[in-house]
Structure formats: C-alpha cells, structure tokens
C-alpha cells in the first residue's frame, strides 16, 4: 500500500516525496503468444502519466497518457489498451497484445518534477515437443549406447533436461550442450550414455524438459532391449565321485535367466593333454562310466549375447592300474623285486592305490603272501620290496598285488632262483675235524669243530683288469696252535685274482654243538 508522506489540510494537498510503481518489476515475464499487462502506479492523484516504449534506437514512442485537471485517458496506438483509474491511488494500466522480447516500457509521471520508471519485457518460448533417439535398438549387457534428448524448436529460456528410468531418476553419464542463436533462442542436446545391465531389461528410459518454473515436457519411452547370458549352473555341482561301473550319470547344464533365449549348448571334456566335443544338449549323460570318463566337463550355453561356461569334475573311481615288475635278483635265502605302478593320462583324477601286496609261488604252487622288508626310494611310482626267508637253490615266482577300495590288480608273474645254499666238506688236514664252508657277498666263512680253536676266514677279491672273469678260491690254513693269535697270514697272487688270507684265532671249550641234536 502506498503512504502518503504529506498532509491533507481543508481540502488543500501538501505534496511530499512524489513516487512512482511499476509491476511488473524488470524482466516483466510473458509467455510467447500471450498478452502482458503492466501497471504504474502513483502516491498522488494530480499530475499527468504517459507509457512509453524504446527501441533499439533509443527512441520513445508513445503508447498511452492520462490524467491533468480533467483526468482523462488516451491510447495512442492499436498494439496496446490503457486503462486509468482514478480513485485515491491514481492507477494506469497498459495492455500488450504482442510483446516483444526485449522491449523496454517506460512509466513518465509529471506534477512538480518528472518522475520515470520502466520495465524489459522476456517473452518465454516454452518447450513444445521433445525427441529422444538412439542408433540401437538392443543393448548387450556391459556395453553401452547413447541415447539422445533433443527440444524440436527453439525455446527462450534455454531448457533444463532430465533423466529417467521407470521412477528413478539418472544423474550419471549424461553430457549436455545448448545452441544459441541472435534471437536469444535456445535449443539443448542432452545424450545419456547408458550401459546395459540385465536387471534392466524391459525398463523404460525417458527424458524431461523444462524452461519455466513448474512446466515440464516428457519425451516419448524407450524401452530397454537388453541381451544378457546369465551364469551357467551345472547339477550335480562342482565334482562328483562315481565307481567304474556307475550306469545313467546325468549332467545339467542350467541358464537361469537369458535374453534371449539360448540358442545352442556344446559339452566339451578334457583331461591333461585333450579336449573334445561330447554333447550338444543341455544334458549329458555317461551311459556306464569308466575309467576312461574321468576328466573335467564344461558346458557353454550360447545366445546372441555372448556365451556362458560352467565346469564339473567326473571322477571314476577303479581299481588301480596293473603294476609292472622290472626287476627281480636272488640271491641264497632273499630276492630284491623293483615295480612301478604305470599312470594314465587322466593321471591327475587317477585315485592311489592303498596297498601293495608282494605274494610269491614256490614251484608252481598258488600264489601266498610273503614276508619282505619296504626299501624306502625317492621316486614317487617306483618300489622296492626285498622278500626274505626263502629257500636256497629253489625257483620262485612273484607278482605284486596292487589294490584300494575299488579292487586289485595284478603284475605279471616273474621268476627267479635262490643261490644253492653253503657248502659242505670232510678235511683230515691237522686232525681238525668236519669243516663247513660258505660264500655269503663274497666272504668265505670255515668253522672247525672238534678241536680247541675256530677259524674265520675272509677272501676279499680285488681286480687287476676291468674285464677279469671273478673266480672263487678256497685255502685252507687250519692247524692247532696254543700260543699265536693269528696263524700264517699268505698273500697269493693268482692270475687277474689277488687273494688276500687271514686266519683268525678263537678260544672254544673243548666240545662244541652243530646242530639242534648236541651232535
């Protein structure tokens, strides 16, 4: 409301602070196509008002005027309607009926000085129509698109643009740019580089548009085609254990989601050094496994999307692969036997064997556990059994068993004899008596009984030449002797042979026993 800073005595004003109002305020706003309607207002009723508009010239035209001792109203031009009101604020009102933007309107009052007071006009262009394209028509998940947002006429102001999906709004990936022309007009690009992700697909993306405060422009929806190719899942999962034998062992090759649909599967097995194609269902099944089934399965399911691959484990179990003897050497009561345990080329998924049974046949008999001592080796498949307490001068047979829970399996036999055992022999020499001899790894062992002294005698053979045939020698130095500990040391020289001799002394009682008889 206006306060009059003067005072009102018999009718008579007293006129203080004269002033002008002018609505509304700088930039008046009008929407293109619509009237404007501006108002001045002054704080006494005398004095004469005129509106005005400047060009761009800076010149002053005319539109309307009003007031004076006959408080009249004049419109000057047909663009424009003044109105004036005359109660106790004077009011003076003036109609566009075509703004123009920019366009400055001036309110003039006159009473005891010149008062002004003007206005710039902003026509508003609102956003019409928008389009949204793309140059795609589907998305592969992870990939991206870009999806364009463009007002189809020039607007003033420019136009913010917004993002949607569904019911949510998008901040990221979006890039904008305004075009601005002499007319101070607008147009905006506004592009979301949208990247795909399967939870997406079906979704509707769409922009929206606003220049003037509380209007808004939807473009139209586009909805999301995106192609995916969920992760493969294979029952039964991870690996499964099964025994030679095992009949209809089914595998699954599962998508649980995919756009569109899959199109092809494809089992691939491989083990250590192959890999082929086995099946193009989603299923395969091992009609009776075997050994040979053992290995790693994939399943790859394909769309347009791409593809995706699961794995399982087959693992047949079998009895284990036939040992192999490579060495059997016999000596007097033992023999040394070498195997190895062969692996396939699934040697990875082969399970061990738990046990290995050395069995052995004498003379054709059937084959019987033995006794052996393990010789422990540092190479793994490779064993070392040294079986023990057999008998001299015989032929045996052996074979390994090798065996886990599963089943044995069994070398082939191989044969070997035993040594013949010591020798025996009648000496008179020196009146010692009967005199037992023995070759055990190249030592000669002579034990005398009847008499008051036993000897033992060693031959240790040394070669002369590399290629020297071995031969045994026997001497015999067995006398009585009371006072010397050693007796008649030699050292022969026999061909290629060099025969070292010593004879031990021992203290006996005087009768001594052979056997388990006393005898």
Known sequence: MLKYSCVLLFSLFLICGFELILKPETPAFVKKGQTLELTCQSNVPVGIYYFY????????????????????????????????????????????????????????????RTLSINTTIFVQVPVSTLTLST????????????????????????????WYKGTSAIFTQITTSIQHDANDLYRTVSVLRYTGAPEDNGQQVYCRASNIEGEHVESSRYTLNVTYIAEVQILPINS???????????LYCHVSNANP???????????????????????????????EDTGNYTCTAYNSAGN??????????????????????????????????????????TPPFQQGTLQLSERNDEFLNCSYEKIETNVSSVYIYRAIDLNPSTEYKFRVVASNVHGSSFSDNRTCHTAEKPFISQSKD?????????????????????????????????????????NDHYVHHICSTNEHPYQDISDQNKGAVKVIERAEYMELEDNIYTNDDGQ
């Open 430 to 470: 020196c009146n010692n008596g009967l005199i037992i001899g023995g070759s055990l790894g190249g030592a000669f062992i002579i034990i005398v009984s009847g008499g008051s002294a036993i000897f033992i005698y060693l031959q240790i053979n040394r070669k002369k030449q590399q290629t020297a045939e071995q």
């Open 240 to 250: 499964l254990n099964i025994v030679a034998g095992t009949k209809q062992v089914w």
């Open 135 to 162: 140059t795609q028509t589907t998305v592969m998940a992870s990939r991206s698109i870009n999806i364009t947002c463009i007002t189809n006429d020039l607007v003033r102001p420019a136009e913010s643009i917004s």
């Open 53 to 112: 508009m400047i060009d761009v010239k800076g010149r002053m035209i005319s539109l309307g005027a009003g007031g004076g001792a006959f408080r009249s109203c004049h419109s000057f031009i047909n663009q424009t309607r003044f109105e004036c009101d005359f109660e106790e604020i004077w009011t003076f009102k003036l109609t566009l009926l075509n703004p123009i933007h920019n366009q400055t309107i001036e309110c003039s009052g006159t009473y005891n």
């Open 308 to 349: 995706s691959s699961g794995t399982v484990d087959i693992y047949v179990q079998s009895r284990p692969m036939k040992p192999t003897i490579t060495l059997v050497d016999c000596d007097v009561t033992s023999a040394t036997i070498l195997w190895t345990l062969s692996t396939s080329l699934n040697f990875r998924y």
């Open 261 to 291: 649909e899959i199109v092809s599967y494809r089992w691939t097995k491989s083990n250590s050094l192959v890999s082929t194609v086995v099946s193009s269902a989603p299923m395969y099944v091992i009609e009776s496994a075997v050994k």
